[in-house]
DNA sequence: AAAATGTTTTTTCACGATAAAAGACATTAT
DNA sequence: ATAATGTCTTTTATCGTGAAAAAACATTTT
């Protein structure tokens, strides 16, 4: 098995959906820019289509012959990258605890436990050490830094002075600006969730990326809009592993963004600065309490 | 050929220098602790020196019997790491003209021009996508982004950040830190390349990346420290392509280095702040004249 | 018994090979 | 003649494999 076909899966699956809005289907290329897939894989869907009499396809005509069921649908875990399916073996692993900080990190015990090829565990990990919780002994293996409270407080630090010098340079923006209608649209969406908060609480996670990729953004800088896939990578984690209080937090939050928008709206540095640094610190808060306080090793 | 011996080649020849010094070699361990390799890559060391007649080997005696030829030593290039290869290759590229941004880059070609593995490419890439100058499309080819303008702002804007906060945390060490002893060798340094940069200007590269290591591991944050790397990585090629001044430039930079350690040992924080800035302005300055002014894309 | 040497096992690094997916080119339909 | 479909080629993603290097275990020496 030398590549799964995950792409074609989850492309099929996304195309389904698109056969209860329509009578007939679009040209390939069009539904191929649709899928975010190439035209091979759409014909590959396609004949698969045909195949289950979904469609009728001859050439340019694509006649949707019946609405799809439950079970022409892949299942879930065949449309994960394989990238993915590490990713989330090895932060289960990580985050289970047993994962003490100093811990040796072994390509091939990890590659066996999880039923992929050295390769790419190889290429995850060297993509994974951006993250600064690993680090590569030059050929020998790999060491575990360990999420610990110290590396929380250096992603806080370098996130705080990244998003303050994001949210002014936002504020800064011409009013002709495309990123205030994002920005209203955002805010919309947060007076949505919270009223529904009660029952909506975990969408938050979503809007906060959202929310904080765009203040970003404005930032123009490659090395710090890139720096919010860290913060994104451990926050997605964090929130799956820590649900104490969960409706609680994320009311505050969404209460923190508004005012965060109405100081960005208002254009007043002081005020866009103290919003910030308030939601910023309750959000250092909330990820600080989360670690379990063990000793911290030194860092060499 | 499925690995190169390079880290015994290496390992080797540094080993010859040490035949130098003594007329018996120390125990396995103690090699292996002093070249940085492993007691098997030791014993293939000595059984080559036994073999080549520079010692005669039985169990602990190591005995030294001549002295090291020029012949004996494995050609330089031979020593290098495949990524090593490979980046020296990829950079050539880059800066050989023609990269114009939002070229494609393939892998497949890449490994055939350089004649290595798409495999080692493809992790070479990987590496080096967190420089900010490549990016990958998912499933789909690599894009350069260009080593213009832009990115030289980009890149100077977080390293003065960073830097200013380093220089302050450095300045805030207590009197018995160890760091306070690294920077008074690193001014003797100065003061002996300064009274002779007439012919030693082109030593300073290297000096340069010790003196402001030295100041971001001040701050205790990986990723401040990590960063670094990227910039040492565009200076160690800027040195190599911009030759213009190079003595003029350095000996401002030596100087400026000077005043800026004179600040930190007077512990004032207003004076550190100003040092540091005026050298970040002039090595700012340095590096945006070197890059050709061509358009730049905008980065979607 | 501590530390070295001798031997064996395991892991890392790098390659070539192959299926999936993308991309390029040729042909046909509007 | 433009845009789609049909066909062929190239590239990417992933694996298994094997040598280099590290690491673990066993034995000997001081």
């Not at 020998?140 to 630090?157: D, I, M, N, P």
Request: proline content about 3%; hydrophobic content about 40%.
């Amino acid at each position: 098995m030398s590549k799964s076909n995950n792409v074609y899966k989850d492309a099929y699956n996304r195309g389904l959906r698109l056969l209860d809005e329509t009578k007939s289907l679009p040209s390939e290329p069009e539904l191929g820019a649709l899928l975010g897939v190439s035209r091979t894989t759409i014909r590959t869907i396609l004949a698969r289509m045909e195949e289950t009499g979904l469609i009728a396809w001859n050439k340019r005509s694509k006649t949707v012959l019946r609405a799809p069921r439950p079970d022409d649908f892949f299942p879930e875990e065949e449309t994960d990258t394989l990238s993915q399916i590490i990713e989330r073996s090895f932060m289960r692993r990580l985050l289970a605890g047993g994962a003490e900080a100093g811990m040796q990190i072994n390509e091939l015990e990890l590659a066996r436990e999880i039923g992929v090829g050295t390769t790419s565990v190889r290429e995850f990990l060297i993509r994974f050490s951006r993250f600064g919780l690993i680090e590569k002994r030059r050929n020998s293996h790999w060491v575990l830094k360990g999420f610990t409270r110290a590396f929380a407080l250096e992603l806080t630090e370098i996130r705080e002075m990244f998003e303050l010098r994001s949210a002014a340079a936002f504020a800064a923006l011409p009013e002709d600006s495309p990123v205030w209608a994002n920005l209203d649209l955002l805010e919309e969406e947060h007076r949505l969730l919270a009223r529904e908060i009660a029952t909506r609480f975990n969408e938050f996670s979503e809007l906060d990326e959202r929310f904080h990729r765009l203040i970003h953004r404005a930032s123009h800088n490659r090395f710090i809009v890139d720096f919010y896939d860290v913060i994104a990578m451990i926050f997605h984690y964090h929130y799956q592993w820590n649900k104490a209080q969960e409706r609680e937090r994320n009311e505050v939050a969404v209460a923190e963004h508004l005012a965060y928008i109405a100081a960005l709206k208002s254009r007043d540095l002081g005020k866009v600065d103290a919003a910030c640094r308030k939601h910023l610190k309750s959000a250092r808060h909330t990820l600080l309490t989360s670690i379990p306080d063990r000793a911290v090793l030194p860092q060499q």
